[in-house]
């Protein structure tokens, strides 16, 4: 199983941007499937940005879509969310994730590794 380990959430105002990233422990990590989900607190986990292990699909939610970019470096193991124009009600615990298929990749139960999350937390 993959270990993977997200940083960079923190406090920030309103319209500012922030960049997290999860890094995996295994080199199996690049032939895999990645996507961000979020939690806001009392709430369901929900999908927020997915990319193909080839990089060449790419898809977000509606609520992120144009202000949110998810990319990879395989070099280095790492996807990346680079999340711009944040909104208070995109506060939540940012977790990121990879699955062996690419099917229904907008549903939790295809992933099979999971980070522990990284706190974002947007102020108006």
């Known amino acids: 199983q993959v270990q993977l380990v997200e940083s960079g959430g923190r406090l920030v105002e309103a319209g500012g941007s922030l960049r997290l990233s999860c890094a995996a422990s295994?080199?199996?990590?690049?032939?895999?499937?990645k996507a961000w989900f979020r939690q806001a607190q009392g709430k369901d986990r929900e999908f927020v940005a997915f990319?193909?292990?080839?990089?060449?699909?790419?898809d977000y939610a509606e609520s992120v879509e144009g202000r949110f970019t998810i990319s990879t470096d395989n070099a280095k193991n790492t996807v990346y969310l680079q999340m711009n124009s944040l909104k208070p009600e995109d506060t939540g615990v940012y977790y990121c994730?990879?699955?062996?298929?690419?099917?229904?990749?907008?549903?939790?139960?295809?992933?099979?590794?999971w980070g522990q999350g990284t706190q974002v937390t947007v102020s108006s």
């Open positions: 994730a990879a699955s062996p298929t690419e099917y229904t990749y907008r549903l939790r139960r295809v992933y099979d590794d």
């Open positions: 990319i193909s292990r080839s990089g060449s699909t790419k």
């Open positions: 295994e080199r199996t990590f690049t032939e895999k499937h």
